[in-house]
């Protein structure tokens, strides 16, 4: 019998993440929830849930689900985790898994008391480029890394009903989609020495964009994230023996390049369907194992990273009404 997932929240990237669940074999798409149990019939109709629930307290006291992904704006990420927590379910819980620090390490430290699997989707991390690069860099294919550049930025009109212009759904780009380059850069490089963090930021309190300077005594990062520029999406490392460009869209890559004097080559490994799969096979692989957390995206990883969004956020000025 395969893993049975339950879906909380059934917005834009359940959708997503339900196609690649999909694709996998030992992997069930068991139940689905919503507020709305029209929705919910839908959704579970589309993607052949066996079962659909009219609120996400149903789906918690099904005894069949194993694991619950959780998939609301990131305001909620602590409510729902933390109940699925202590429903006994497995949680693989969206980015960011919580909003601040003190969240993310009440749902690590419930995890762990409770004995469940508890997971950040950070999907990024488990796509085959990612593995890769992180293997090359650190096995010093380019020398050593002194410089990285990382930007994720897009147009988007402002439209306050939207979650990502909302500060009451933890709404801005930091959380959102600043969230990766600092990913890249922590994993690469480890927690920074010190940060320089600006920003724009509208009268409602969110930011629309986010520029930081991560120092690390030998080197250095820049990192930006925005929702009203598009950018090229691309993230570079630059080292003393070579540069390794990570293609656009970075987060979702499909391939590098690795540039030294005299010679150029792109590495092409494909995603398993838009990406989310890998963080699936993750998930499995742990709870198969018994092991309570990721070695590749822990506990300690996710608090870590919240740490250095937390002290971006405060440089550039952003708190959320219910912090
Ligand atoms: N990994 C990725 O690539 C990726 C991409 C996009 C987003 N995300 C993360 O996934 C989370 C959801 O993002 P999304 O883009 O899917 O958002 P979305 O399209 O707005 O969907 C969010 C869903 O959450 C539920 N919800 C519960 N309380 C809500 C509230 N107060 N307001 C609005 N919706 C509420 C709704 O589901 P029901 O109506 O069914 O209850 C809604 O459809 C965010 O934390 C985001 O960071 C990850």
Redesign the pocket.
Known sequence: MGLKWGIL??????N??CKDLLLIEDSDLYAV????IE??NS?ASRYNSEVSYGS?EAILEDPHVDIIYI???????LQYAMAAIDAGKHVLC???LAVNYAQVSRLTEAAQKKGVFLME?L?TRFIPVIEEVISKIKGGEIGIPTYLHSTFSFFKEIDYT??LFNP??AGGSI??VGLYPVFLCYTLFGMPQSIAASGIVTDRGIDLQMTALLDYGGGSAQLMSGLQTDCDMTSKIYGTEGQLIIDSRW??AQSYQIIKPNEEIRYKHPTIGRG?AHEILECMKCIENNQLQSSKWSHQDSLNVIAILDEIRRQVGVVYPFE
């Not at 929240?9 to 359940?14: E, R």
């Not at 998939?71 to 990420?77: E, G, I, L, V, W």
């Open positions: 929240g059934l917005g834009k990237i359940a997503h993440f929830s919503s507020r709305s929705k919910a959704f996400y998939a609301t704006p990131h305001d909620s990420h969206e980015k960011p989707a999907w939207s979650r009451d759904l959380l959102d987060h979702e989310y």
